[in-house]
């Protein structure tokens, strides 16, 4: 391994006594910091102000009211960059863990929309490096 932190002794080179890959590891890593991102304040906040009575809420994009089931709390600006992927663990906490007026509640079906369009330009750039690699 090339780089500053090679011949660091705390350097990781295995994960969990090298039973888990370095995929496996960030998959486990990013699983726990969204469960934690469940419980964080300003995505309740988001949708405590979304609500229009009880158990409605009023969707962002289609204004559409919908039951409780049906909201999702979306992050207006995505975890993960659709165009970039994913860059560092501190970006990735700092856009997880974002205050109250980064969070819009959407129904389900505009909330599947959105993560449809996001999928499609990862897929899109994912191709794109792989016939372009940098």
């Given at each position: ?130 016939v372009n690699p940098p």
């Amino acid at each position: 391994m090339v780089g500053e932190y090679a011949d660091s002794p705390h350097h990781r080179m295995t994960y969990n006594d090298g039973k888990w890959s370095k995929a496996r590891f960030r998959s486990f890593i990013t699983s726990a910091l969204r469960r934690a991102s469940s419980r964080w304040g300003p995505k309740y906040g988001a949708k405590k102000a979304a609500r229009v009575g009880r158990n409605q809420y009023k969707c962002a994009a289609c204004a559409s009211i919908v039951p409780n089931k049906e909201a999702k709390v979306d992050h207006i600006v995505p975890v993960v960059d659709p165009v970039r992927g994913f860059v560092s663990w501190d970006e990735f906490i700092q856009r997880l863990f974002v205050e109250r007026d980064g969070y819009q509640i959407l129904c389900q079906a505009c909330h599947a929309v959105k993560s449809g369009q996001e999928r499609e330009i990862r897929k899109a750039n994912r191709k794109a490096l792989c016939v372009n690699p940098p």
